[in-house]
């Protein structure tokens, strides 16, 4: 199974920052096809990302993705309130589907 | 709206059953392939299963093969995950995802929110 390692754990950022997340695979993602997540406490997560760099509906474009192969980031160029979360990467090339354990963005 | 509402969570004995639901609505839910995902207390995400559109093709988690088993009833807009043998592991909020299109099970695009399911004696 493809393993994803994020980094950093957690990121302590202040509203206005820009917020740089980690996504590494064990192999490379077939055909590029990594999605990211984000999750609220006590929320249900919610899509971000797919196909490493498409907006999911109503994601603003503060949100961004990139890399190929074996190497993503999301990069929240300006960090709202609404923002601080954990977002977890998943890549959906090879069965077993499988996430990243997450990068909590808090608040310094 | 897209909507999808889990139920049947609740405590089960080690070693026991339990089936989880998922109703939804506010789509076509027979073009859309479904999964589920689940989430220990305080961890990461763990991909379940998937069933395709008809429900004639389904996929698993090696963790879970030969435990649980996902159906889907079209007519009546609901998916299931039977689960067997159920250990202290198994003990998760379960969420019930949609897929995103035809060419694209594992990105899910909607998600229910949850249902608990607590494994102990």
């Known amino acids: 199974e493809i393993v994803l390692t994020q980094s950093p754990g957690t990121l302590s950022l202040s509203p206005g920052e820009r917020a740089t997340l980690s996504c590494r695979a064990s192999?490379?993602?077939?055909?590029?096809?990594l999605a990211w997540y984000q999750q609220k406490p006590g929320q249900a997560p919610r899509l971000l990302m797919f196909?490493?760099?498409t907006r999911a509906s109503g994601i603003p474009d503060r949100f961004s993705g990139s890399g190929s192969g074996t190497d993503f980031t999301l990069t929240i160029s300006r960090l709202e309130p609404e923002d601080f979360a954990v977002y977890y990467c998943q890549q959906y090339g090879k069965l077993p589907w499988t996430f990243g354990q997450g990068t909590k963005v808090e608040i310094k | 709206e897209v909507q999808l509402l889990e139920s049947g969570g609740g405590l089960a004995q080690p070693g026991g059953s339990l089936r989880l639901s998922c109703v939804a609505s506010?789509?076509?839910?027979?073009?859309?392939?479904m999964s589920w995902v689940r989430q220990a207390p305080g961890k990461g995400l763990e991909w379940v299963s998937a069933i395709n559109e008809s429900g004639g093709k389904t996929y698993y988690a090696d963790f879970v093969k030969g435990r649980f088993a996902i159906s889907r009833d079209n007519s009546k807009n609901t998916l299931y995950l039977q689960m067997s043998s159920l250990g202290a592991e198994d003990t998760a909020v379960y969420y019930c995802?949609?897929?995103?299109?035809?060419?694209?099970?594992?990105?899910?695009?909607?998600w229910g929110q949850g249902s608990l399911v607590t494994v102990s004696s």
């Open positions: 192999q490379s993602v077939s055909k590029n096809y």
């Open positions: 196909g490493i760099s």
């Open positions: 995802a949609k897929g995103y299109s035809s060419s694209y099970y594992g990105i899910f695009d909607y």
């Open positions: 506010g789509f076509t839910f027979s073009t859309y392939a």
